[in-house]
């Protein structure tokens, strides 16, 4: 009996420890709407990237957030916004459409810009030439900025997109342990789970449950990272829990 209760016991810490990871990951897993851009819904993707630049060259960067994906954190896209035009003046530009599906886009951009020097708070006279290959992903009737080819920012991109994925996971896990205490077994569909605590599982590009019984389950779910990350979750455990720790098991 003594034994029972202790593995009940231990079963309730995990569940609370899961769920604290889960608070951790503040509102992953809530969708947030994708931002209108007024008149664009017919723009190819290099006229957005275009658009963004001409912010840039113009120092006319309110709103420039709305070029980006919905599944970037604004605020990580308003930071980016104004570190790049506070420390770059941007000149002439000129965009090209690498390539294009249905719901995919690249875009290269070559740009000049006068780099701010560090010690006197200036804009060098000197010119530089950067080029950048953007990714755009098809949002309803917009295309949306993914990734600029700049490591820190796409960095941050991708691990928010983890982390979104994790989230939705970890959701499911919970839904379980509702489901269960109204069934014999645990559930063997996302489908009759999302209504229990109203997740998003397209923040994954699949998600799934099997081995589902009386004693336990198995949450298999795959990221939307560029290089998608396999996540397991059970009554005990999920993993992995970071993207550092998704890019280990490659």
Known sequence: MEEL????????????FMLAALFTIAGC????PT???????????DKIVDRLFSSFAFDDIAGAEKYFSSRI????????????????RVGRFKTFLVNATERDAEVKV???FSAMNAET?????????????????????????HSLGIEDFDLAVEKHVFMECLGAVLDAVVAQEKYRRGHDAYSGTIGSLVPLVAF????????????????????????RNNKPCNIVADTDSYSPATYEECLMTE
């Not at 931002?35 to 993707?45: F, K, R, V």
């Not at 605020?75 to 104004?82: G, N, V």
Request: one cysteine or more; proline letters at 5%; a positive charge.
């Open 110 to 112: 070559i740009y000049n």
């Open 200 to 223: 998003d599982d397209a923040k994954c590009s699949d998600m799934k449950v099997s081995n589902a019984d009386a004693k336990g389950y198995l949450i298999e779910a795959v990221t």
């Open 5 to 16: 209760f202790e593995m009940k016991s231990n079963k309730a810490k995990r569940i609370i």
């Open 121 to 145: 708070g200036m804009f060098e006279s000197k010119k530089q030439v950067d080029t950048r290959h953007i990714k755009l992903v098809k949002e309803s009737d917009y295309w949306k900025i």
């Open 29 to 32: 897993s809530q969708p947030k």
């Open 73 to 88: 954190p604004e605020k990580l896209a308003a930071d980016f916004i104004s570190d790049f035009n506070a420390t770059k």
């Open 35 to 45: 931002t209108p851009i007024p008149g664009a819904e017919d723009l190819s993707p």
